[in-house]
């Protein structure tokens, strides 16, 4: 069966969406959690915050998701950023590929939230 | 008509032998050999008395006796005889032979009375017992008249003597046959109408008998067609009885299919001739006999399509084809062939018309009762799962079997999910009722819980919602179920049950074990119900079975029996699934068609070997989560640290995913994941029959890259034959990593 991967979203007081993914993300459901997580992200909004913090499994093709993601966002001038605590497992991951080289990856959505309002202001 | 008179063998009891005619030959014989001396004698006698004084009209009378004998046995001979009374020949010979004797001056005899006598004892003696009496009387008279004439001198001379006798003879011989023959004749006659009689009684009474034959015979073809039999059954049957009766060598039906062609349905006695041979409207003696609407018959030899090929090879020689019409509808053609010489005929066609009439009602009938059969059939199967999931660690396998006995299609259904996290959800129903109805209700059943169990709900949550749907539906329905939830990482089962049989646990020592607890009322019956689960210890290396009562229940013993049959034919069987549901099977059911329909589902947990791992899994991604579940219980005897595990499940995963992505074509291929465990030492090795290649898309090698950052030793060997990614980690390596 394919990896279950749980997308709960809410939006702060900026129109920020903030979206927690619990679950996990390979290659058999990475395309479908992109796709839900691109609708999520309506025109008004700043940009999105991805809650990984209750994400227990993330290779390549997350990763390869997440740019994408960031990439299409960017187009519509909206911008993207990642909580994830530091020391989770699969923090690795993350590191391996040199995650923030290409998007900001901060350990908590507060975080994340005060970077994209910031960088929007 | 014991006395016969066995005076030639060419007639017997007066009838012709060889004309079937009365005969006359007998009585000339007879009148030859006795009478006539005895009548000569005695006019010699008369005439020696009478002293020469004849008168001429002694000579007239004479020549007129010798006329009416000529024409009496003219007639005689002719076969005209009844066409004067005999009554009337008695009567002339009486008067003639009078008038020969006053006229011949015989003078004062004191026998001469006697004489008159003669011709009435002829008539009388138309019976070998009279014969004998008058030859007896004409004796003693000639003894008689011999001793006179002895005594008295100057007779006349001895050739008037023989003269005269001849002529009296022949008078009293042509007065006397006659009514012998007609006698006879009229005897004769009255025994040819009496044998008549019998000839047209037997023949009646066998008419009678060949129609009640052929009565008999058509019951005997026809009667089975009554009994509810399959298609197949039922034209094996009538072929084998078709033989029977009409003492056919081989016999076909042929069974028009929609498009009009007929296809060879069932055979008897013929080689080489598949069913469904199609033979096209009109083609060949089977095409013809359809076309005709009539029965044909055809010698072998003269016809060339496949099925009469087949009958001529069998040695057939007479072939009778009869349509089988319903409506006025050809819907096939029956054929028979007879060889040795035997010819098929008018009487044979008669009777298969018949049987064909017969034949062809319960022909369609047949094909509607299995038309319809087949439709539920169908649809029940279409609600059951196509084929399992492949669960890495969990081995599984099910069996359906519909009951035979009255054909009916059940609402027996089963299930195996692959569920959220590491559970695997094992179910299996029962609905009460039967047919199109039960399947629907099934179908339903197995919809929600599926959506229920998905939802992750708990075994007793899920069975209180089913219960809530089953009060919900249209129709009022009970049905049982049984659903458990097996989590193989924690090696637990939680199972709640709704009047279902009690699942089967069979330990890796074998022992079985009913599983009583978590059990309430079936579904449909309390909409309050709330249902209990229970949660019991899952080693890997044990087995669950699940099954419907169809095969705990059998005719003449308790459930309770049952069950404890099935416990102990299940002690000792913890062993792959397929295997074990059919050694169940046989075991409980026996060679006998269930009662009810039956379904079976064993799932065994395999138990991972400590050291080593070996996976087989097809090429698609929704292999990976499963692989991961699998890893991480086969790592669980080594303890690896959260990110040990992580860092492994990632890794191996990407090479999987590598593999998955190798494999192109139209053939399902599969990848193979082999692990390791030596000391602190975890080595897979995951291989597959692609050739290797960095992952498409925007991956840009990131796969790679994590498999060697995540672990010690990244190797890839690619080869033509594929594609070898051997990944190795040591535990406790990095600490604080």
Not at chain 2, 389 to 393: A, F, L, M, R, V
Not at chain 2, 488 to 491: H, I
Not at chain 2, 555 to 563: A, T, V, W, Y
Not at chain 2, 675 to 700: I, K
């Given at each position: 069966?394919?990896?279950?991967?749980?997308?709960?979203?809410?939006?702060?007081?900026?129109?920020?969406?903030?979206?927690?993914?619990?679950?996990?993300?390979?290659?058999?459901?990475?395309?479908?959690?992109?796709?839900?997580?691109?609708?999520?992200?309506?025109?008004?909004?700043?940009?999105?915050?991805?809650?990984?913090?209750?994400?227990?499994?993330?290779?390549?093709?997350?990763?390869?998701?997440?740019?994408?993601?960031?990439?299409?966002?960017?187009?519509?001038?909206?911008?993207?950023?990642?909580?994830?605590?530091?020391?989770?497992?699969?923090?690795?991951?993350?590191?391996?590929?040199?995650?923030?080289?290409?998007?900001?990856?901060?350990?908590?959505?507060?975080?994340?939230?005060?970077?994209?309002?910031?960088?929007?202001? | 008509?014991?006395?016969?008179?066995?005076?030639?063998?060419?007639?017997?009891?007066?009838?012709?032998?060889?004309?079937?005619?009365?005969?006359?030959?007998?009585?000339?014989?007879?009148?030859?050999?006795?009478?006539?001396?005895?009548?000569?004698?005695?006019?010699?006698?008369?005439?020696?008395?009478?002293?020469?004084?004849?008168?001429?009209?002694?000579?007239?009378?004479?020549?007129?006796?010798?006329?009416?004998?000529?024409?009496?046995?003219?007639?005689?001979?002719?076969?005209?005889?009844?066409?004067?009374?005999?009554?009337?020949?008695?009567?002339?010979?009486?008067?003639?032979?009078?008038?020969?004797?006053?006229?011949?001056?015989?003078?004062?005899?004191?026998?001469?009375?006697?004489?008159?006598?003669?011709?009435?004892?002829?008539?009388?003696?138309?019976?070998?017992?009279?014969?004998?009496?008058?030859?007896?009387?004409?004796?003693?008279?000639?003894?008689?008249?011999?001793?006179?004439?002895?005594?008295?001198?100057?007779?006349?001379?001895?050739?008037?003597?023989?003269?005269?006798?001849?002529?009296?003879?022949?008078?009293?011989?042509?007065?006397?046959?006659?009514?012998?023959?007609?006698?006879?004749?009229?005897?004769?006659?009255?025994?040819?109408?009496?044998?008549?009689?019998?000839?047209?009684?037997?023949?009646?009474?066998?008419?009678?008998?060949?129609?009640?034959?052929?009565?008999?015979?058509?019951?005997?073809?026809?009667?089975?067609?009554?009994?509810?039999?399959?298609?197949?059954?039922?034209?094996?049957?009538?072929?084998?009885?078709?033989?029977?009766?009409?003492?056919?060598?081989?016999?076909?039906?042929?069974?028009?299919?929609?498009?009009?062609?007929?296809?060879?349905?069932?055979?008897?006695?013929?080689?080489?001739?598949?069913?469904?041979?199609?033979?096209?409207?009109?083609?060949?003696?089977?095409?013809?006999?359809?076309?005709?609407?009539?029965?044909?018959?055809?010698?072998?030899?003269?016809?060339?399509?496949?099925?009469?090929?087949?009958?001529?090879?069998?040695?057939?020689?007479?072939?009778?084809?009869?349509?089988?019409?319903?409506?006025?509808?050809?819907?096939?053609?029956?054929?028979?062939?007879?060889?040795?010489?035997?010819?098929?005929?008018?009487?044979?066609?008669?009777?298969?018309?018949?049987?064909?009439?017969?034949?062809?009602?319960?022909?369609?009938?047949?094909?509607?009762?299995?038309?319809?059969?087949?439709?539920?059939?169908?649809?029940?199967?279409?609600?059951?799962p196509?084929?399992l999931?492949?669960?890495?660690?969990l081995?599984v396998?099910a069996?359906?079997?519909?009951?035979?006995?009255?054909?009916?299609?059940?609402?027996d259904w089963y299930d195996v999910l692959e569920l959220p996290g590491?559970a695997v959800g094992l179910a299996m129903g029962d609905v009460?009722?039967?047919?199109?109805?039960?399947?629907?209700?099934m179908?339903q059943i197995r919809s929600a819980m599926r959506a229920y169990a998905f939802d992750d709900e708990s075994p007793g949550d899920t069975l209180t919602k089913l219960n809530a749907v089953m009060?919900?539906?249209?129709?009022?329905?009970?049905a049982t179920a049984v659903y458990l939830a097996l989590d193989?990482?924690?090696?637990t089962l939680c199972l709640a049950s709704a009047g279902h049989p009690p699942p089967l646990l069979?330990?890796?020592?074998?022992?079985?074990?009913?599983l009583e607890a978590g059990r309430s009322v079936p579904l449909g019956?309390?909409?309050?119900t709330r249902y209990p689960e229970a949660v019991e210890?899952l080693?890997?290396?044990?087995?669950i079975l699940l099954y419907t009562?169809?095969?705990?229940?059998?005719?003449?013993?308790?459930?309770?029996?049952?069950?404890?049959?099935?416990?102990?034919?299940?002690?000792?069987?913890?062993?792959?699934?397929?295997?074990?549901?059919?050694?169940?099977?046989?075991?409980?059911?026996?060679?006998?068609?269930?009662?009810?329909?039956?379904a079976?589902l064993a799932a065994?947990?395999?138990?991972?070997?400590?050291?080593?791992?070996?996976?087989?899994?097809?090429?698609?991604?929704?292999?990976?989560?499963?692989?991961?579940?699998?890893?991480?219980?086969?790592?669980?005897?080594?303890?690896?640290?959260?990110?040990?595990?992580?860092?492994?499940?990632?890794?191996?995963?990407?090479?999987?995913?590598?593999?998955?992505?190798?494999?192109?074509?139209?053939?399902?291929?599969?990848?193979?994941?082999?692990?390791?465990?030596?000391?602190?030492?975890?080595?897979?090795?995951?291989?597959?029959?692609?050739?290797?290649?960095?992952?498409?898309?925007?991956?840009?090698?990131?796969?790679?890259?994590?498999?060697?950052?995540?672990?010690?030793?990244?190797?890839?060997?690619?080869?033509?034959?594929?594609?070898?990614?051997?990944?190795?980690?040591?535990?406790?390596?990095?600490?604080?990593?």
């Open positions: 069966m394919s990896a279950q991967a749980d997308i709960h979203t809410t939006s702060d007081a900026h129109g920020v969406v903030i979206a927690r993914i619990a679950g996990e993300i390979d290659t058999s459901n990475a395309a479908g959690v992109g796709d839900r997580l691109t609708a999520a992200v309506p025109n008004t909004a700043p940009g999105m915050v991805l809650d990984l913090s209750e994400l227990s499994y993330v290779d390549s093709s997350g990763v390869e998701l997440l740019f994408r993601l960031g990439e299409r966002l960017e187009d519509r001038r909206q911008r993207l950023a990642v909580a994830l605590p530091e020391g989770a497992p699969i923090a690795r991951v993350f590191e391996i590929v040199r995650f923030r080289e290409k998007l900001p990856l901060v350990g908590s959505v507060a975080e994340a939230g005060v970077l994209l309002r910031g960088d929007s202001l | 008509m014991i006395e016969a008179r066995e005076f030639g063998v060419r007639e017997r009891n007066g009838i012709d032998l060889e004309t079937g005619e009365p005969a006359v030959s007998g009585a000339v014989r007879e009148l030859a050999v006795v009478r006539v001396p005895v009548l000569v004698l005695a006019l010699l006698a008369v005439e020696v008395m009478a002293d020469g004084a004849t008168h001429d009209l002694f000579y007239y009378l004479l020549a007129a006796g010798g006329l009416f004998a000529a024409g009496a046995l003219w007639l005689a001979f002719s076969g005209r005889g009844p066409a004067l009374p005999w009554v009337l020949y008695v009567g002339i010979d009486i008067v003639l032979l009078s008038a020969l004797l006053y006229t011949s001056g015989g003078g004062d005899s004191p026998i001469r009375p006697l004489f008159v006598l003669l011709p009435l004892i002829g008539v009388l003696s138309y019976s070998r017992y009279w014969t004998a009496v008058v030859g007896c009387i004409a004796l003693l008279d000639f003894l008689v008249v011999a001793a006179i004439h002895s005594a008295a001198e100057g007779g006349p001379s001895v050739a008037s003597i023989v003269v005269f006798s001849l002529f009296i003879g022949l008078g009293t011989l042509g007065a006397t046959l006659p009514v012998h023959a007609v006698a006879q004749r009229q005897r004769a006659k009255a025994e040819l109408e009496q044998r008549a009689n019998l000839l047209a009684e037997q023949a009646a009474r066998a008419q009678a008998e060949a129609v009640a034959e052929t009565v008999g015979k058509l019951q005997r073809i026809t009667d089975v067609t009554l009994s509810q039999l399959s298609l197949e059954e039922l034209l094996r049957e009538v072929l084998g009885r078709i033989g029977d009766v009409i003492h056919s060598d081989a016999a076909a039906v042929l069974v028009a299919a929609d498009d009009l062609t007929l296809r060879a349905s069932c055979t008897a006695g013929l080689n080489g001739v598949r069913n469904g041979t199609r033979l096209e409207a009109g083609q060949g003696f089977p095409g013809r006999v359809a076309q005709a609407r009539e029965p044909i018959t055809t010698a072998a030899r003269a016809e060339e399509d496949e099925l009469s090929l087949a009958f001529t090879e069998q040695g057939a020689s007479s072939l009778l084809g009869v349509p089988l019409t319903v409506d006025e509808r050809v819907i096939g053609v029956l054929i028979v062939g007879a060889g040795d010489g035997r010819e098929l005929g008018q009487v044979d066609a008669d009777l298969l018309r018949l049987a064909a009439d017969r034949i062809a009602l319960a022909i369609q009938r047949a094909q509607l009762y299995e038309r319809e059969h087949f439709a539920a059939q169908t649809f029940q199967r279409s609600l059951l196509e084929r999931p492949e669960i890495p660690g081995m396998a069996r359906y079997m519909p009951a035979r006995e009255e054909a009916k299609v059940g609402g590491d009460v009722s039967h047919g199109i109805r039960a399947a629907s209700i179908g009060r919900g539906l249209d129709q009022r329905e009970t193989l990482a924690e090696r069979i330990d890796p020592a074998g022992s079985a074990e009913l019956v309390d909409a309050g210890r080693e890997p290396g044990s087995t009562d169809g095969l705990v229940e059998r005719r003449g013993s308790s459930l309770n029996e049952g069950l404890e049959r099935l416990v102990s034919e299940a002690t000792g069987q913890s062993a792959e699934p397929g295997p074990l549901c059919d050694r169940l099977i046989g075991a409980l059911l026996g060679d006998q068609p269930p009662l009810d329909d039956v079976v065994h947990v395999v138990s991972v070997p400590e050291e080593r791992l070996e996976l087989e899994l097809p090429c698609r991604p929704s292999t990976l989560a499963p692989l991961r579940r699998t890893l991480q219980h086969w790592l669980s005897g080594v303890r690896p640290s959260g990110d040990e595990l992580q860092d492994i499940l990632v890794a191996v995963s990407e090479a999987a995913s590598n593999a998955i992505e190798h494999a192109y074509g139209p053939v399902e291929a599969s990848y193979r994941v082999e692990g390791r465990l030596a000391g602190d030492r975890v080595s897979v090795t995951v291989t597959d029959s692609g050739s290797w290649r960095e992952r498409r898309g925007l991956d840009r090698g990131r796969g790679t890259a994590l498999m060697r950052g995540l672990m010690d030793g990244f190797e890839v060997y690619p080869s033509e034959a594929g594609t070898v990614v051997q990944l190795e980690r040591r535990l406790g390596s990095r600490t604080g990593a």
